[in-house]
């Protein structure tokens, strides 16, 4: 499909729209999606987030077939939990390209009180823009082997192309402490629009505005904020939360977080900034009584970034959605390995085409130790289960963690829905790269 980047044309895949239209259900719906692939390669369809039955969560050769070029596949699943959810592909590097789309579950007893539901899409955009992303991989490939050839040092003789003054020249955030990311992106985006062409949210003076925040993006972490405002979190990965104020948050490659502002009057930047890339995403939230001629500057930095930060220890779940307490029947450690000079990311040691499966048995309650070995952050991910985080009672339910350069992360979660689920770094160039196993139910 052709794309329109403010004036700019690429052509590039998507289902219809950059984002795909969101699929709305309401928890316990059966939801049925039919999928025709007029792609030239497999596809696959991953429902994110969602606990769903094990042969209708789209990883190909894995749950499911891919669907072939010319051919169709109907998804016929349950959404048993309301929440903020997407889907995408999981074959190759086809995230990268503009295949993603909201998934949003109401709840049929909402407790929140707001006045508008909008739901933000942040994604980091390089194809069709020098280079698509397959061209991306081999670059990262070569910038990685780059910079260690010269001892760490910024790469500066490597062939990259792209055009980015970053290109070559590493990404650092001391928020992601280290590396912020192997790929440099020409522009990103909120909705499926840059900067030069930002969306703008109309809402009346004093209304509270629900947003659902989701990273669609391959190699970026966003750090959000809404200038002259605070945002109470009230959903991490759609399961609800303990409301908390924060002037800021991070969100890594497929994490969601609702969260609600009370509009001040005028006309604010809402701001992605790609963590570590001196680069942004932006919106603006603009009331009805606020001047015409008011509007916040394109590639503004509202001062909320640089301001209190959500950490996961700042998250409680709600007791409605708190895992029950258990005794833990398995526990175990998960390295997550990867050599920066060959670009082989795996999960102990292995690349996924030589995993070793994590085995479960169904109802088990599970521990896994996450262990960040290498020098950069991953944001994990494991499907058809929420884990809870950071081994305490209250710890909120997420299915996409951020475990940063030599961190320990402990996930709990019940072996509830037997199958074959993939658990992975969702960085799309390291799960290619075979950052990924498998957690399989044995008998
Ligand atoms: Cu959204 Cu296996 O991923
Ligand atoms: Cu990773």
Not at 44 to 59: E, F, K, Q, T
Not at 116 to 138: K, S
């Amino acid at each position: 499909m052709s794309f329109d980047l403010a004036g700019q044309i690429v052509s590039t895949w998507g289902f219809g729209a950059i984002p795909g239209t969101a699929i709305r259900a309401r928890a316990g719906d059966i939801l049925e999606v039919a999928v025709r692939n007029d792609l030239p390669e497999d596809l696959s369809i991953h429902w994110h987030g969602i606990a769903i039955r094990n042969d209708m969560d789209g990883v190909h050769d894995l749950t499911q077939p891919p669907i072939q070029p010319g051919s169709a596949f109907t998804f016929r699943f349950a959404v048993p939990d309301p929440g903020t959810y997407w889907f995408h592909p999981h074959t190759g590097l086809q995230l990268d390209r503009g295949l993603y789309a909201p998934l949003i579950v109401d709840d049929p007893a909402e407790p929140l009180v707001f006045d508008h539901d909008e739901t933000l899409v942040f994604d980091d955009w390089l194809d069709g823009l020098g280079r698509n992303p397959e061209q991306a991989l081999v670059e990262a490939r070569q910038r990685m082997s780059s910079m260690s050839g010269m001892g760490g040092m910024a790469g500066m003789g490597s062939a990259d192309t792209g055009g980015g003054s970053a290109t070559g020249m590493s990404m650092t955030s001391t928020l992601l402490d280290g590396d912020a990311g192997d790929v440099t992106y020409p522009l990103h985006l909120v909705n499926g629009r840059p900067p030069a062409d930002r969306p703008t949210m109309t809402v009346a003076s004093g209304d509270r505005v629900r947003l659902r925040l989701i990273n669609a993006g391959s190699d970026t972490a966003y750090r959000v904020a809404v200038g002259g405002h605070r945002m109470t979190v009230t959903h991490a990965d759609g399961f609800a939360v303990e409301s908390v104020e924060v002037d800021t948050l991070v969100l890594g490659m497929g994490e969601r977080y609702d969260v609600v502002v009370t509009a001040r009057s005028g006309a604010w930047p809402i701001v992605a900034a790609a963590e570590g890339k001196g680069a942004s995403a932006e919106a603006v939230l603009r009331t009805t009584d606020a001047s015409a001629s008011t509007a916040p500057p394109v590639g503004v930095t509202p001062v909320e970034l640089a301001g209190q930060v959500l950490t996961y220890n700042d998250l409680r779940a709600l007791s409605t959605v708190a895992l029950p307490n258990a005794m833990t029947d398995r526990e175990r450690d998960v390295a997550l390995t990867g050599d920066m000079m060959s670009y082989n990311w795996g999960i102990d040691g292995r690349s996924f085409a030589d995993h070793k499966p994590i085995d479960v048995k169904l109802g088990e309650r599970v521990r896994l130790v996450l262990r960040n070995k290498t020098a950069m952050w991953h944001p994990m991910h494991l499907h058809g289960h929420t884990f809870r985080i950071g081994g305490r009672p209250d710890g909120p339910r997420k299915d996409t963690v951020n475990v940063l350069p030599g961190q320990n992360v402990i996930i709990d979660f019940d072996a509830d829905n037997p199958g074959q689920w993939m658990m992975h770094c969702h960085n799309t160039y390291h799960l290619e790269s075979g950052m990924a196993t498998v957690v399989s139910y044995v008998r």
